[in-house]
């Protein structure tokens, strides 16, 4: 059955995959209001036909949600404190949880991520269940989406690993050997945007993964091939890998931290896979969909090499 909500709140909606499922939903011709703390840095967002931006942080949750049909909720951090993965994946929640029963909003779809779980090894992980604990408990009409890591152009992913490789002569992993199945973002927000769509998704969970698996240490490669950086990959073991992290939490914005070496203990991948007879569509390979990127591959730069061959 369907349901096709026309006005829908994003929360989380100027992330990296926020900017996408705007792009998706504004496409599908569907309102959007956006909450964001500094309307100057979401501009470009605000745009984009049929979107609103509403400045503001969880006190503003409220005006949000106020006469929308179902909101999406994709907040998260990688880096912080329990203190701060608390606040920032289950007490958020909650607050958004509240807000939506206040405002009579059912339908929530929560972005959460592969390997939550209460026992999972990383506070990252483990507050990231808790989340969606709360939402099962909400009697809201919820769906819970769990990507892999997720790739695409403008990434904290890949493209991390494409800016430290023209700067590092090599690169020491924690976690060499732990294996992904890198989701591309578009993939993602297909799903969220179907799910938004159809009733047959309330109170299901789905864990999106691509059809490739490779240990980070083949993606850092691959990347370094792909940018002509190809460097010397090699892993570490936990403690001087705790070690590392530590002294990277040090930096502004740290490329690793002690929480994503403990996520790092466990593989990020499905038993089932990406639920392709649900949505009726198969994810796209990372090796297929990287190249146009981070290899240069458009259509624009090989007419570019073409005519600076030609010398025009």
């Known amino acids: 059955m369907s349901l096709h909500p026309q006005r829908i709140a994003l929360i989380g909606g100027t992330g990296f995959v926020g900017q996408h499922l705007a792009e998706q939903l504004v496409g599908r011709e569907r309102q959007l209001t956006l909450l964001t703390r500094r309307r100057e840095r979401s501009k470009a967002l605000g745009m984009l036909p ?18 929308q049909d179902a909101a999406v909720h994709m907040v998260g951090i990688l880096h912080g404190s329990r203190r701060d993965f608390e606040r920032a994946h289950v007490q958020l929640t909650e607050q958004v949880i509240a807000a939506c029963q206040r405002q009579g909003v059912r339908r929530l779809v929560l972005v959460s ?37 997720i790739f695409g152009q403008g990434d904290s992913f890949l493209t991390l690993f494409a800016r430290l490789l023209v700067i590092a002569p090599c690169l020491p992993l924690a976690g060499a050997n732990t294996r992904f199945q890198p989701v591309w973002v578009e993939d993602v927000v297909r799903v969220i945007a179907d799910c938004l769509d159809r009733r047959d998704t309330i109170g299901q969970r789905y864990e999106l993964t691509g059809p490739e698996t490779f240990t980070l240490a083949e993606l850092v490669r691959y990347v370094g091939q792909l940018t002509g ?12 890998a705790m ?21 790092l203990a466990c593989d990020n991948v499905s038993v089932d896979g990406f639920p392709q007879a649900v949505f009726g569509f198969a994810p ?29």
């Open 50 to 67: 049929g979107v609103r931006l509403l400045e503001g942080g969880p006190a503003a949750l409220d005006s949000l949600l106020a006469g």
């Open 243 to 263: 070690l590392q992290a530590a002294l990277m939490e040090c930096l502004p914005n740290p490329p690793m931290s002690r929480d994503n070496v403990r996520s």
């Open 113 to 149: 991520a592969l390997g939550a779980g209460r026992d999972a090894p990383s506070d990252y992980q483990q507050t990231k269940a808790l989340a969606e604990e709360k939402l099962i408990a909400s009697g809201l009409d919820w769906t819970i989406i769990r990507p892999s890591v």
């Open 229 to 240: 950086h190809p460097r010397p990959v090699f892993g570490l073991p936990k403690g001087l």
């Open 284 to 312: 796209s390979a990372l090796t297929s969909i990287a190249p146009g990127w981070l290899g240069g591959q458009t259509t624009a730069n090989r007419y570019d090499a073409f005519r600076s061959r030609a010398q025009r």
